[in-house]
Each structure stands twice: as C-alpha cells, then as structure tokens.
C-alpha cells in the first residue's frame, strides 16, 4: 500500500517541487470489518459448556 502511494505522489507533476509527509492511518473500533472478524472468531472457539 505505502508503495503504491508512493508511486501516486511521484506521478504528479510538481512532485519534485513538493514535500510530502504521510501519516499511517489505524482502523476504526467501530468498523464492520473489525466487527465480523471479532464475531466470527469468538463464535468459531468451543464454549467452555461444550464437552472437549
């Protein structure tokens, strides 16, 4: 991903004339993707009721 920003900012044409900082973004708690994994991941270990 940082690379091909990378590549996206050397296109430009005044990219030489430029100074660039870029900041790595984290994800959001409330994302739905972050969300499913959690679910998923807790409804897919055995309960402690389930005989092991």
Excluded: F
């Excluded at 994302?31 to 270990?45: C, F, G, H, Q």
Aim: charge should be negative; avoid cysteine.
């Amino acid at each position: 991903m940082a690379a091909e920003m990378q590549a996206i900012l050397e296109s430009l044409p005044l990219y030489v004339r430029t100074t660039v900082e870029m900041t790595p973004l984290t994800q959001h708690p409330n994302d739905p993707a972050i969300i499913k994994e959690l679910t998923t991941s807790v409804r897919d270990r055995p309960s402690a009721t389930e005989p092991g």
